[in-house]
C-alpha cells in the first residue's frame, strides 16, 4: 500500500517520518527486569534551569500495570519530570531507572523510546493526509528505514495487529478515512494507537483530553482504564473530572517535588493541596 511520497513530502513530514525510523535502529543497554513489580524509579531528580530548580529532589515510583495521575500547578514540573523520563531533559542529580536495569539517565530519547517508554503530547502529531489505518501501518514499520516503510506491504500478522489497534482506539469505522477529517477526540486517539502499536510497557500521556467533548472524554477514561494492567500509564491532567473517571493513585506536584500522594479523594481534603492548587 502507497503510503507517501518521502521526496516530495513536506520538511514537517520528513522530520516525522525521519524520526519514527530512528526508533528501531538502536539497542537498549538491559533487557526490561520487572521482577520487583515497579516499572519506573525516580529518585531524588533534581533539575534547573537558568537558577529556576523545576525539580526538586523528586522522588516516587510507578507499579508495573498502574494508570497513575500527576496533577499540580502550571510551574509543578510535570513537563520536566515527562522530559527526564523520556531522554528529553538530562537530570542534575538522582536516578531515573526503567525496570531494574535500564538507566534512563544513559540512553538517548530513541533508545528510550525503542525500550518501551511512549509519549503523548497534548498537541496529537499524525499524518493528516493518510488514512487512519496507514497512520498506524507507519508507526508499526517505525523499526524500518523510512523509504521502506512507506511502501512495504503488511503481512498478515501485521495487518491482524494493525486492525486490533484501530478497535482498541475505538476508530474502526473510520479506518479509511483521512486523520485530518477526524475529530479532536479521534485524532488524540490515533495517536495514542500510533504509540500502542509499537508495543510500548509505559506510556506517558500529557493533558490528553483537552478540548475533547464531554462524550469523547469519558470514552478516553473508559479507554485507559482498559490499558491498564497491559500497560503502565502516566497520565498529566488538570481536568478533575476526568481524574476521577480514572480511579486510582494520584500524585500533586508543586515546586518540583511530591506534595501529596494518595486517593483523589485524599490529596483534595489535603491542606496543603488546597493552599497551591485546588484552592485557586
Not at 537558568?50 to 500527576?70: H, P, Q
Not at 499540580?72 to 531507572?97: L, Q, Y
Not at 503502565?232 to 491532567?237: P, R, Y
Amino acid at each position: 500500500m502507497k503510503v507517501g511520497s518521502f521526496d516530495h513530502a513536506s520538511p514537517g513530514q520528513r522530520e516525522q517520518w525521519e524520526a519514527a525510523a530512528s526508533f528501531g535502529h538502536v539497542a537498549t543497554s538491559a533487557a526490561l527486569d520487572l521482577s520487583h513489580g515497579v516499572i519506573l524509579y525516580l529518585d531524588d531528580i533534581s533539575v534547573s534551569f537558568d537558577g529556576f530548580r523545576a525539580l526538586n529532589r523528586l522522588s516516587l515510583t510507578i507499579d508495573v500495570g498502574e494508570l497513575r495521575c500527576v496533577i499540580g500547578p502550571n510551574g509543578a514540573g510535570k513537563t520536566t519530570m515527562m522530559d527526564v523520563v523520556t531522554g528529553k531533559t538530562r537530570p542534575d542529580s538522582g536516578k531515573a531507572f526503567f525496570g531494574q536495569t535500564i538507566d534512563l539517565t544513559r540512553l538517548s530519547e530513541p533508545e528510550i523510546a525503542h525500550a518501551g517508554i511512549g509519549r503523548k503530547f497534548q498537541k496529537p502529531t499524525i499524518f493528516e493526509h493518510h488514512s487512519v489505518w496507514e497512520n498506524i501501518e507507519l508507526a508499526m514499520k517505525a523499526d524500518k528505514r523510512v523509504r521502506t516503510a512507506l511502501f512495504a506491504r503488511a503481512d498478515s500478522a501485521q495487518r491482524d495487529r494493525i486492525a486490533a489497534v484501530i478497535d482498541q482506539v475505538r476508530l474502526t469505522a473510520a479506518t479509511s478515512r483521512p486523520a485530518g477529517l477526524l475529530s479532536h477526540g479521534q485524532k488524540q486517539w490515533l495517536e495514542i494507537g500510533m504509540l500502542l502499536v509499537q508495543e510500548p510497557k509505559l506510556l506517558l500521556l500529557d493533558e490528553p483530553v483537552a478540548g475533547m467533548t464531554d462524550d469523547e472524554t469519558a470514552r478516553t477514561a473508559e479507554l485507559f482504564r482498559s490499558l491498564a494492567g497491559e500497560h503502565s500509564l502516566v497520565v498529566v491532567e488538570h481536568d478533575m473530572a476526568f481524574v476521577r473517571q480514572l480511579g486510582g493513585l494520584v500524585t500533586v506536584l508543586a515546586e518540583g517535588s511530591v506534595l501529596a500522594h494518595g486517593s483523589l479523594d485524599a490529596v483534595q481534603e489535603d491542606a496543603r493541596v488546597i493552599e497551591v492548587y485546588l484552592g485557586r
